[in-house]
């Protein structure tokens, strides 16, 4: 007992010694850590200034504040600003984190912090507000207007389509289902499985609008991201989200941009057939869709030749989603549900396109 006793107070002396050494951390000491960060660069700094964040400020309002018509009373707490929330969500898709996980991280990191305009005894918006924010955002579709405005303000930049557009989709899966083939069956006619109506706790968490599909010979579950990007920014100027088993080709005519300067339009061989070549030329664009081979028909040298060319323009697509694929957290969507997974996706090609813009500026003022 008596080493014990010993071995406490060498604890104690050593807790005291400590605090009169290092001192209780000020205010100062926290701008020299940030400082120091912004030293080595901090990308979110970058982020931060670069982002017009006031200009989404209206229209996200208007979605998530109650009017005072609505209040039942004006007693609580104050909603969080709209601007800090979607920040938040930014932050939460630059890393793709879980509600939880960002609430955590938000507490933990003097970058994160910083990039929200928190001071360190600001409240922190916890994982139930910022998901009730984001299901605000995407029942009412609004991620594909804020998207839409950013293109505005990247074109504003000088940063307008150009070289022709690059069209082309990736899946993006969701967490698989284990269900029977007769519930995927009911499934894919658009109604709900008996036994799922019974247990609505369950049925809750049913994906009834992802798919399975194949490429490659792998089955995927999920969704997938169709995208158009143009040749020369290799920004993402449209997209659409679909269910995972919707063939690419479907959504080539609406991917397509009227805004790009040249009428090329590169894309794979899965694109290509009659019908897509008539309505390109309709619409006055330019088919560089790359021409497949059939069976005892193989290519010539020639057709070869050329589809080798498209393919090192249309290759450069696959930068984007290989920069999604390798960003933190992958593309993996952890939603239910169509709606949800068109916010969540297209907050994927949002903060696509604003790394890309931090590159962009950054290569100009080389």
């Known amino acids: ?68 018509a609505e209040r039942k ?11 800090l929330m979607f920040r938040m969500l930014i932050l939460q898709s630059l890393y793709n984190l879980s509600d939880e996980q960002i609430e955590y991280q938000v507490r933990d990191r003097m970058s994160f912090t910083r990039f929200l305009g928190l001071e360190f005894e600001d409240d922190v918006p916890d994982g ?30 000088g940063y307008i389509a150009r070289g022709g557009q690059m069209v082309d989709a990736t899946i993006v899966p969701v967490p698989k289902q284990r269900n029977s083939r007769e519930e995927n069956e009911t499934v894919k006619r658009g109604e709900t499985p008996a036994a799922w109506e019974e247990k609505p706790a369950k049925n809750r968490q049913k994906d009834k609008d992802a798919r399975w599909t194949k490429k490659h010979g792998k089955s995927f579950f999920g969704y997938k991201n169709h ?26 005519e609406t991917l397509l941009d009227k805004a790009n300067t040249s009428k090329d339009v590169f894309a794979d061989s899965a694109y290509r057939s009659a019908e ?31 589809n080798r060319a498209k393919s090192r323009i249309r290759a450069r697509i696959e930068h984007v989603f290989g920069t ?42 080389a």
């Open 276 to 306: 897509a070549e008539e309505k390109l030329a309709a619409r006055g664009f330019r088919s560089r869709i790359c021409v497949h081979g059939t069976r005892g028909r193989p290519l010539s040298k020639a057709r070869a030749a050329a």
């Open 128 to 157: 139930t507000t910022l998901w009730l924010f984001r299901e605000k955002l995407a029942q009412a579709g609004l991620v594909e207007k804020l998207f839409e405005r950013f293109n505005q303000y990247l074109n504003a930049k």
């Open 324 to 365: 999604q694929e390798t960003a933190p957290g992958g593309r993996l969507v952890r939603t239910i549900g169509i709606i949800r997974a068109r916010a969540k996706i297209g907050l994927q090609n949002f903060v696509y396109n604003i790394r890309r813009l931090a590159t962009l500026e950054r290569m100009a003022a």
């Open 1 to 68: 007992m008596a080493a014990v006793r010993r071995y406490a107070s060498l604890v104690r002396e050593d807790v005291i010694l400590r605090s009169e050494t290092m001192g209780q951390p000020g205010f100062f000491d926290a701008e020299k850590r940030l400082a120091a960060l912004s030293k080595k660069g901090d990308p979110l700094e970058a982020i931060a200034a670069l982002v017009p964040w006031e200009s989404f400020r209206a229209d996200i309002e208007a979605v998530v504040l109650t009017t005072n």
């Open 73 to 83: 009373s004006s007693a609580g707490r104050k909603p969080f600003d709209a601007i």
């Open 227 to 252: 995208v158009n990007a143009d040749k020369t920014h290799k920004l993402i100027r449209n997209y659409e989200v679909t269910a995972a088993a919707v063939h690419d080709s479907r959504l080539l």
